[in-house]
């Protein structure tokens, strides 16, 4: 016999022998056999074999699985197994318990029928019920009359019917399924709880409620164990705040964050704003949230003429973020304020006023020459109510420092306590009247690429920053923008005053240039150190040039341009009217030459710094975002109940009835 041959044999010989030994494992795993009993009687009845097992503890094994009671009837030509009082089946570490089953041994099938069934896993999750079957060779547990489950975090899942795959340590909870995990109500189609990774994963019809919060989804999970719960396919979230859709949410419960990704819309009915973008993370506890994967952020409502005009903005990221009124550095609100003060100054409205005042004065100072005025006369108290207030005020002064000098009545000391009680109870006193000022303040920071779309007005910068303390948008990096879309307006930053979604004012800080296109060679220039500009229905119908003007402009005959005509002045006025500027007061004009465009280059008509920048201008709000706005589905879901917990409070002594009165 060769070596390959022998080899051969012994392989041969190996793989029947093991046939041979499955094969008597699986006769052996087919019979039952009584372990242990205080007594066993065999009877015959209706010409069959009975044992009657009694004992504190008779134990049968059958396909691996124990079965424990304290009486037994078992037909043995039948293969039935009838036990009573303190049933136990028990196989590997899975544990079921009742007080009454009948074993069938040729479907390797536990039928526990009556009062209450309960299953315990490895893990120590306990399921109940009251009808339950348990099959001894594919590990498998049926219910189907309702049942309960309460894992060992304290979760708890039920429904009408369900399984328990002991082999691969699954839960599957069907029909009018209901689960509480960690303050979140749910309902859904199906649930599948995975033991070993401790998740639940949730079907189509889901259904969540979170405190005022609701959650309606087609699919998810929940990880028991690191507090994440995840909703999927078509989410919708609806909170008294807002309305929110996405096709993936997470909740991390330990850390208060709530990430959303893929085709993320956020509405705000109250203060009209929708948030758009493909991955959105947001903090509950501090508000502060982040959008970014292409974000937009759109304001809608009504113009000053209460025609319906919607504002669309776009960066690469997009922050969100409020503070209480109370919790802003004093620093911070007054830099606020200063700001917003520059902002509603007029600086050439305030030089008229103190022109006209000097006009004043060196009127009175003649009449005062010429006898036809009192020489104490004062243009700013002219009936002299302020100079009798002051004397007034005087004399109580100085009868104030006279009492002052007179020897005290009380011990210094005791005046002194009076004096800490008493602004002790005057402190006491204001922080009752005037408490921490809790008024929500909000800030919106915009970072790359930032464009601002509305039909009347046009912008672009690289970044932007809004709070609601000054209620001014600071653009910064190449801020442009265009009105009535052929003037344009830069600076090496800008800033845009809001009032309900309006414009109201503008200011361009340092290079500023307003560009007004005439056609597509030629355009009127206007350049200062900084400009401010005044605007009614979100039209720039004023600016103010402020510093060093220099200004290009060309004049129109016959429909056509013929003239150029540059200036330059230490400050200068224009009023606009369609676009266009109608009206020029200049302040100490030092230069002003006219020249026929012919005569000068095309480079020679145009400004230091000249830049038009109209290809960059976005035409549509399509150049902010392409996605569809969704309207609110609040209605929608409004006839959709919570959970009831019928069968957690029937198997849990109301576990959740007592959750809910505690609550209140």
């Keep these: 016999m060769t070596l390959r041959k022998f080899v051969g044999t012994i392989l041969l010989l190996c793989l029947a022998s093991m046939t041979l030994f499955a094969q008597k494992r699986s006769e052996q795993d087919s019979l039952v056999r009584l372990l242990q009993a205080n007594s066993a009687r065999q009877y015959e009845q209706y010409g069959m074999n009975f044992r009657e097992v009694i004992g504190t503890q008779a134990t049968f094994l059958h396909n691996n699985t124990y079965l424990l009671c304290d009486s037994a009837s078992w037909n043995v030509d039948a293969g039935l197994i009838e036990a009573y009082g303190n049933v136990q089946l028990i196989q590997d570490q899975t544990c079921l318990k009742s007080e009454m089953l009948t074993y069938v041994v040729d479907d390797n099938l536990a039928k526990f029928r009556g009062g209450i069934v309960e299953l315990t896993d490895k893990d120590g999750n306990l399921l109940r019920t009251n009808q339950l079957d348990y099959n001894t060779k594919d590990s498998v547990a049926l219910f189907y009359y309702g049942g309960a489950m309460k894992d060992v975090e304290g979760n708890v899942m039920e429904s009408l019917r369900g399984t328990y795959d002991s082999k691969i340590n699954i839960f599957t909870f069907e029909e009018r399924v209901e689960m509480y995990a960690d303050s979140s109500y749910l309902k859904s189609d199906i649930v599948r709880y995975m033991t070993k990774e401790k998740r639940a994963y949730f079907s189509e019809n889901t259904y969540a409620w979170r405190g005022d919060g609701f959650v309606k989804a087609n699919g998810g999970w929940y990880d028991t164990e690191n507090k994440i719960l995840s909703f999927n396919n078509d989410v919708f979230m609806d909170d008294p705040d807002y309305e929110a859709w996405a ?21 705000d009915t109250t203060d009209k704003i929708i948030l758009l973008a493909h991955k959105a993370m947001y903090d509950q506890e501090s508000g502060f949230a982040t959008l970014t994967d292409d974000p937009a952020v759109v304001f809608y409502g009504e113009n000053e003429n209460h025609e319906v005009d919607t504002l669309y903005m776009r960066a690469d990221s997009l922050l969100f973020s409020s503070k209480k009124l109370s919790e802003i550095p004093e620093e911070e609100v007054n830099e606020a304020n200063k700001r917003k ?97 809790t008024t929500m303040i909000r800030y919106l920071r915009a970072f790359h690429d930032v464009r601002l779309y509305r039909s009347d007005i046009q912008a672009r910068c690289d970044s932007l920053i809004f709070c609601e303390l000054d209620s001014i948008v600071r653009m910064f990096t190449r801020p442009v923008l265009w009105n009535a879309e052929k003037n344009q307006l830069s600076s090496t930053s800008m800033q845009l005053l809001m009032q309900d979604g309006n414009v109201t004012r503008g200011a361009m800080l340092e290079e500023a240039m307003i560009t007004t296109q005439e056609d597509t060679l030629h355009y009127n220039q206007i350049k200062a150190t900084e400009m401010a500009g005044y605007f009614h229905e979100n039209q720039l119908y004023r600016f ?56 000068l280059a095309i480079e020679k008509q145009r400004l230091k710094g000249f830049e038009w920048r109209g290809d960059e201008r976005p035409v549509t709000r399509y150049d902010i975002t392409d996605r569809e706005l969704k309207e609110s589905e609040r209605d929608r879901y409004t006839n959709i109940t919570m959970p009831t917990y019928r069968y957690v409070n029937y198997y849990f002594d109301n576990m959740m009835l007592k959750r809910a009165r505690n609550a209140y």
């Design 247 to 267: 096709n993936e949410v997470y909740y991390y419960r330990d850390s208060s964050f709530v990430e959303m990704r893929d085709h993320v819309q956020i509405l």
């Design 544 to 599: 103010d040039a402020l510093g060093g003007v220099s200004a290009v402009f060309y004049l129109v005959e016959n429909n056509a341009l013929t003239t150029l005509n540059m200036k330059e002045a230490r400050s200068m006025t224009a009023v606009i009217k369609n676009g266009n500027a109608e009206k020029l007061l200049y302040t100490e004009t030092i230069k002003s030459d006219a020249y026929p465009i012919t005569e």
């Design 341 to 437: 003060s520059d902002m509603l100054y007029d600086s050439l409205s305030e030089q008229r006023k103190e022109q006209e005042k000097k006009r004043q004065e060196e009127w009175v100072n003649k009449m005062k020459e010429y006898g036809k005025l009192p020489q104490d006369y004062d243009i700013n108290d002219p009936d002299g109510s302020k100079k009798r207030a002051e004397d007034s005020l005087a004399r109580v002064q100085a009868i104030s420092d006279s009492l002052a000098k007179l020897p005290p009545t009380v011990d210094t000391s005791q005046l002194a306590e009076l004096q800490v009680d008493t602004l002790s109870n005057n402190l006491a006193v204001i922080d009752t009247i005037n408490p921490a000022d």
